[in-house]
């Protein structure tokens, strides 16, 4: 069974960067369809950017421009590199692997903006 560990969120201010890691683990990496989401407080979980297995990605309007995933198969491991954060992107960050009926979620990473 797939296992998820996410890591690099933290505190930034406005306009500045964090690049997300979520290292996965006990499955077949290469052939899962990988996200992130966020939630934030009092609000539902919500998409923000998949990676297909073969690389294939999409965005959520609110972070085009500003969010890049992607994927290293020989490192078993995805990243959302975040730019111009701003204070609505406050949340915590999940991935999520995919295949077939298989979900599996990871534990989340904080990620805060704020000044």
């Known amino acids: 069974q797939l296992q998820l560990v996410e890591s690099g969120g933290g505190l930034v201010q406005p306009g500045g960067s964090l690049r997300l890691s979520c290292a996965a683990s006990g499955g077949t990496f290469e052939h899962y369809d990988f996200g992130w989401f966020r939630q934030a407080p009092g609000k539902e979980r919500e998409g923000v950017s998949c990676?297909?297995?073969?690389?294939?990605?999409t965005y959520v309007d609110s972070v085009k421009d500003r969010f890049t995933i992607s994927r290293d198969n020989a490192r078993n491991t995805v990243y959302l590199q975040m730019n111009n954060l701003k204070p609505e992107d406050t949340a915590v960050y999940f991935c999520?692997?995919?295949?077939?009926?298989?979900?599996?979620w990871g534990q989340g990473t904080q990620v805060t903006v704020s000044s």
């Open positions: 999520n692997a995919r295949l077939g009926g298989n979900s599996i």
């Open positions: 990676i297909s297995n073969s690389a294939g990605a």
